[in-house]
């Protein structure tokens, strides 16, 4: 018989699509509560392809990707999601809708994963009615997009900035074995 054991620890992150308007720093300072000092920040990054969020966020947004100090277990990641959607209420306009859409996540060694509300052929139900999504494997020194990674994820400074987290990652849990 095959005994189980712990999993590795992995890097927390989110991805953040914002108005011009919301203070980053105070979103940030809110989920640093959660998931300890912001170690990386990615460029901040007009929001361009698609138009999903404006009905509600208005036009003209950004987006930028944080990873976190707290290296976490993998089964957070449906708590991470209820947490990011507490933070994003307390961020509303005057008509309700958001300032700031949180996408929490995490970076392990061999992939990304995103957590979402929404059910989809390729996502898993993890709980808590939250779903988790491989987004990128990490193969052949790089991570790679899979057929549904969306294509911000995809930009070149969106993978350097995962490139970073990773080594960042990678560097941590080498000092802790």
Not at 58 to 75: E, H, M
Not at 115 to 143: L, Q
Not at 151 to 177: G, M, T, V, Y
Request: hydrophobic content about 40%.
């Amino acid at each position: 018989m095959v005994k189980t054991k712990p999993p590795q620890k992995v890097l927390a992150m989110t991805g953040l699509i914002f108005v011009h308007n919301i203070r980053v720093d105070d979103v940030l300072n809110a989920l640093k509560k959660d998931f300890g000092e912001v170690l990386l920040k990615s460029e901040v990054l007009p929001f361009i392809h698609t138009t999903y969020y404006n009905k509600e966020m208005g036009d003209d947004l950004l987006r930028q990707w944080c990873a976190f100090d707290n290296l976490v277990v993998p089964d957070v990641l449906a708590d991470m999601k209820h947490r990011t959607n507490e933070i994003e209420e307390s961020f509303l306009n005057n008509n309700g809708g958001r300032k700031v859409n949180i996408d929490p996540g995490f970076i392990t060694l061999s992939n990304l994963i995103l957590a979402s509300t929404k059910d989809f052929s390729h996502r898993i139900y993890i709980g808590k009615g939250i779903y988790a999504e491989v987004t990128f494997i990490y193969k052949n020194k790089a991570f790679v997009p899979l057929e549904w990674t969306y294509p911000d994820h995809q930009e070149p400074k969106a993978l350097e900035f995962f490139q970073k987290a990773r080594e960042i990652l990678k560097n941590r849990l080498s000092k802790s074995l």
